[in-house]
């Protein structure tokens, strides 16, 4: 970043704000890398949470992005849309510096997050129990906050109240 | 892919509404390379398009994904809103694979962008003037259009009525 960062120190607000913007998502933005090629890839998911607040989706194996998460868990988690008024970008989002990890139909947890899942997403139904579709949790590293125009911060795993093992 | 791969052949349908998608776009998420560790991340950006149809974005100096596009120009565009009812997943989107080139305010042609960028986001008159903002074209590449479950296809810039040079 220029010496002009505009990343301001985190606060309360923020790490309010953060939480806010994970609990609420329905679906986000995942970014992944391209297997082949090592390019960015971009693609919707429905998003959900663990019981811990985990960000978690149910993505099925058909997808360029399960096969990319498969080959490299490194991927990122955009959320906090912005509604269809006014300039989107002074919506707050968050950005997700994420590792996959993948909970399968055989996994002790699964009809756990099954249940919790439909709860959120009661419209899965209509798939969730397709074979090639399997949990993956979304585990956040470091997050970007912007809360709008120079409202911008860096947070911590522990800022989102997520203790990461 | 698996076998089972789900890619329709492309036909007139899908080219109609990848065009759709992306004329229609006023926002969008931007997966970049972060420059020090080759991972994914996305962030909302405003989107517009040239009058040649490219995606075209207004993005800050200070924001980490024009320092990204500056060491990788290689990035991703997701266009394609859900409302706020319904499956997101079933709501059509695209995923551009792209190359970014920068239109600086010195170049010949940003008076021009920033008039047709000012009709179709009259808001960013309170920043376009702003010394840190420059344009940015998101050139596709391949596209992979997703108009919902079991609607997948693959488009090339010409599917999209883009002749890149």
């Given at each position: 970043m220029p010496e002009t960062s505009p990343i301001r120190p985190t606060d309360d607000e923020a790490r309010a704000l953060a939480r806010e913007l994970i609990s609420k998502a329905r679906f986000g933005a995942l970014g992944v890398l391209?297997?082949?090629?090592d390019m960015p890839m971009v693609s919707r998911i429905s998003v959900s949470t663990t019981a811990q607040g985990i960000p978690l989706s149910l993505i099925s194996d058909l997808s360029h992005h399960t096969q990319a998460l498969k080959a490299d868990a490194r991927c990122s988690l955009l959320v906090g849309e912005p509604g269809s008024?006014?300039?989107?970008?002074t919506h707050p989002r968050i950005t997700l510096q994420c590792e996959a990890r993948f909970i399968t139909r055989?996994?002790?947890t699964f009809a756990t997050l099954r249940a919790r899942y439909l709860s959120s997403h009661p419209k899965a139904q209509l798939y969730i129990?397709?074979?090639d579709f399997n949990f993956v949790e979304l585990r956040p590293g470091v997050a970007h906050l912007n809360g709008?125009?120079?409202k911008a911060f860096t947070l911590t795993p522990s800022d989102l109240g997520l203790a990461m093992d």
């Amino acid at each position: 970043m220029p010496e002009t960062s505009p990343i301001r120190p985190t606060d309360d607000e923020a790490r309010a704000l953060a939480r806010e913007l994970i609990s609420k998502a329905r679906f986000g933005a995942l970014g992944v890398l391209e297997p082949q090629t090592d390019m960015p890839m971009v693609s919707r998911i429905s998003v959900s949470t663990t019981a811990q607040g985990i960000p978690l989706s149910l993505i099925s194996d058909l997808s360029h992005h399960t096969q990319a998460l498969k080959a490299d868990a490194r991927c990122s988690l955009l959320v906090g849309e912005p509604g269809s008024k006014g300039d989107p970008l002074t919506h707050p989002r968050i950005t997700l510096q994420c590792e996959a990890r993948f909970i399968t139909r055989t996994d002790d947890t699964f009809a756990t997050l099954r249940a919790r899942y439909l709860s959120s997403h009661p419209k899965a139904q209509l798939y969730i129990d397709f074979a090639d579709f399997n949990f993956v949790e979304l585990r956040p590293g470091v997050a970007h906050l912007n809360g709008g125009f120079g409202k911008a911060f860096t947070l911590t795993p522990s800022d989102l109240g997520l203790a990461m093992d």
